[in-house]
T-cell receptor
């Protein structure tokens, strides 16, 4: 049983460009949450997707958007990249009916904006 | 506002000695408390969680955590540290949202160094 997978592993982009990051949840999970982890900091909640809808959003600008597909996989899109967007982006999956809120994290995508 | 504090940026301990990594939180209601560990260039790995019940929670790799409601703390502990325990540790709080789903807030992390 594959855990949470993310692609790509690393990515280098230029300021102003757009980027798409991808996540496949753990088998049986229906909820995907995205986090941004800047160097030396804890993960910051970006948003959460369930049933193909954005259910909750953290304090991130509209440049950050996402999507969830019928197979529960998800994408994170960032437009008009800024240097400050450089970070490790983590995807976490969970099962909505699991009221323990236990999340399984992928290895992350390291985004560098130059 | 909800918050999680890990007051120590770094904890140093000798192999074989007990270790404690501190965490306090400020969340309304009854939050769910977690500890995660992160190794270099890796995602977060679940260690343990507290939902309800016994205040002492046992988790993976010999780790345990003590929940103290009056002090709003959830300190991570291990009786005998191993060099391989050296990593970045995050305390986290999850709480249910009125709109459905849940939100998780992480502390800034504590780097644990275990010296042989």
């Amino acid at each position: 049983d594959a855990g949470v997978t993310q692609s790509p592993t690393h990515l280098i982009k230029t300021r102003g460009q757009q980027v798409t990051l991808r996540c496949s949840p753990k088998s049986g999970h229906d909820t995907v949450s995205w986090y941004q982890q800047a160097l030396g900091q804890g993960p910051q909640f970006i948003f959460q997707y369930y049933e193909e809808e954005e259910r909750q959003r953290g304090n991130f600008p509209d440049r950050f958007s996402g999507h969830q597909f019928p197979n529960y996989s998800s994408e994170l899109n960032v437009n008009a990249l800024l240097l400050g967007d450089s970070a490790l982006y983590l995807c976490a999956s969970s099962f909505d009916r699991d009221r323990g809120y236990e999340q399984y994290f992928g290895p992350g995508t390291r985004l560098t904006v130059t | 506002a909800q918050s999680v504090a890990q007051p120590e940026d770094q904890v140093n301990v000798a192999e074989g000695n007990p270790l404690t990594v501190k965490c306090t939180y400020s969340v309304s209601g009854n939050p769910y408390l977690f500890w995660y560990v992160q190794y270099p260039n890796r995602g977060l790995q679940f260690l343990l969680k507290y939902i309800t019940g016994d205040n002492l929670v046992k988790g993976s790799y010999g780790f345990e955590a003590e929940f103290n409601k009056s002090q709003t703390s959830f300190h991570l502990k291990k009786p005998s540290a191993l060099v391989s325990d050296s990593a970045l540790y995050f305390c986290a709080v999850s709480f249910l949202l009125r709109t459905g789903g849940f939100k998780t807030i992480f502390g800034a992390g504590t780097r644990l160094f275990v010296k042989a």
